[in-house]
């Protein structure tokens, strides 16, 4: 099993920056991909960045440019530097991890609050 823990969310007002950790434990071997999604009231959950083992990332388009995943795999650690926060990024972001089981663990979400 894997556990993720979130932490690093808040208010902040817009063109800030926040910095999102989570950190993995348990069966740390199996983690294939680390990631973050978001959901904002209303919406479904979507994608905002994402790192394989390898290194490759992935970010949604509306976050290119201004955030920044990284992933520290000595600590089991994945982050995602939020700059020029805008109020539409206001959501409840949740880490992710895909194992090479091809199973998906959630965190519990840590909220993002980004106000004009």
């Known amino acids: 099993q894997v556990q993720l823990v979130e932490s690093g969310g808040g208010l902040v007002q817009a063109g800030g920056s926040l910095r999102l950790s989570c950190v993995a434990s348990?069966?740390?071997?199996?983690?294939?991909?680390m990631g973050w999604y978001r959901q904002a009231p209303g919406k479904q959950r979507d994608l905002v960045a994402r790192?394989?083992?390898?290194?490759?990332?992935t970010y949604a388009d509306s976050v290119q440019g201004r955030f920044t995943i990284s992933r520290d795999n000595a600590k089991n650690t994945v982050y995602l530097q939020m700059n020029n926060l805008k109020p539409e990024d206001t959501a409840v972001y949740y880490c992710n991890v895909l194992l090479f089981s091809l199973r998906e663990r959630w965190g519990q979400g840590t909220q993002v609050t980004v106000s004009s």
């Open positions: 790192i394989t083992s390898g290194g490759s990332t």
């Open positions: 348990g069966s740390i071997s199996s983690i294939n991909r």
